[in-house]
């Protein structure tokens, strides 16, 4: 079974554009959570999202946005990027929601982001 | 808020030596709490949780509520074992979402 894959793996951008982020789910997951990572902050949650829904946010500006397709991809937005954007973004995918326990969530490599 | 603390940047120890990776969080729920490693140049995977209690590749982790803490151990530390650890909790109510700690770069000298 493929496993989470995330496209473009790297990315350089300048200040002020946007970028699209893609993340394709291990078949059959439905559900898919963002987070990014950087040195200073480490891991941060961005989105999660299950069946088109985005079920829950981070605490991140709205320039930061995301959505989910019916076949479970899912892509995020970045709007008038700053040089603080600059991370390794990572997807990561799970059968569904809302599991007790939770159910294991398998993460992507990466897209990396360069903001110059 | 919530919070998870790994206080150790970088820890380095000698092959067969005890390892312990420390991880303390905030929380006033009832938690669910991971260990995730990423080897060099992998992706980030889970390596155990607390709710399974079973042992993977050597490590053990137990949950001390009365002290907040979910610390990572291993007897006996081989070299394969360098990477990165992260500590996550996953809070009550049915999110995904993890909060993750920043990370302990484990070594293991031959």
């Known amino acids: 079974k493929a496993g989470v894959t995330q496209t473009p793996r790297y990315l350089i951008k300048t200040r002020g554009q946007q970028v699209t982020l893609s993340c394709s789910p291990i078949s059959g997951h439905r559900s898919v959570s963002w987070y990014q990572q950087t040195p200073g902050q480490g891991l941060q949650f961005l989105f999660e999202?299950?069946?088109?829904?985005?079920?829950n946010k981070g605490n991140f500006p709205g320039r930061f946005s995301g959505r989910q397709f019916s076949n479970s991809r899912s892509e995020m937005n970045v709007s008038t990027l700053e040089l603080g954007d600059s991370a390794l973004y990572l997807c990561?995918?799970?059968?569904?929601?809302?599991?007790?326990?939770?159910?294991?969530?398998?993460f992507g490599p990466g897209t990396r982001l360069t903001v110059t | 808020a919530q919070r998870v603390t790994q206080p150790e940047k970088l820890l380095s120890v000698f092959k067969g030596a005890p390892v312990e990776l420390k991880c303390n969080y905030s929380?006033?729920?009832?938690?669910?709490l991971f260990w995730y490693v990423q080897y060099s140049r992998q992706r980030l995977q889970l390596l155990l949780r607390?709710?399974s209690r079973e042992s993977i590749k050597g490590f053990t982790a137990d949950l001390n509520k009365g002290e907040t803490s979910f610390h990572l151990k291993k007897p006996f530390a081989q070299e394969e074992d360098s990477a990165m650890y992260y500590c996550?909790?996953?809070?009550?109510?049915?999110?995904?979402?993890?909060?993750f700690g920043k990370g302990t770069k484990l070594t293991v000298n031959p």
């Open positions: 607390h709710i």
């Open positions: 929380y006033s729920g009832s938690p669910e």
């Open positions: 999202y299950f069946s088109e829904t985005q079920r």
């Open positions: 990561a995918s799970s059968l569904a929601p809302g599991q007790e326990p939770l159910l294991e969530q398998y």
């Open positions: 996550a909790l996953r809070l009550q109510g049915g999110s995904e979402k993890l909060v």
